[in-house]
């Protein structure tokens, strides 16, 4: 439990974040999900889905990247979770549908 003094300074601990680079953040989280198996995965491409449109292109261009690599990887080489387990692939198979839904649309304009 913390004590009244501690929750005091939470604020100003915490005001500290315009250090830290959103996109950075951005890229590294996905980097670590991949693979992982856990509900934060589900929640964290969730997020992305909801935030595709909004993220820079070198971003974008970061994540396809990558979760493009797993889904090779993970096609070739069933002893290994790339993607993490069933329902954590379906998950970034949603993230997936983001950018070939975009690519869709800029072939029919």
Wanted: hydrophobic share 35%; proline share 2%.
């Amino acid at each position: 439990m913390q004590n009244n003094s501690q929750l005091k300074r939470l604020p100003e601990q915490t005001t500290k974040l315009y250090e830290f680079d959103a996109d950075d953040l951005i890229m590294s989280s996905t980097a670590y999900y991949l693979g992982r198996s856990t509900i934060h995965v589900a929640d964290f491409c969730c997020r992305l889905q909801l935030s595709w449109i909004m993220l820079s292109p070198y971003v974008q261009s970061y994540i396809m990247r990558i979760v493009e690599e797993a889904f090779k990887r993970n096609a070739h080489d069933k002893t290994r979770l790339y993607l993490g387990h069933d329902c954590d692939r379906e998950a970034w198979e949603k993230v997936r549908q983001c950018w070939l839904k975009t690519n869709q649309s800029e072939d029919i304009t």
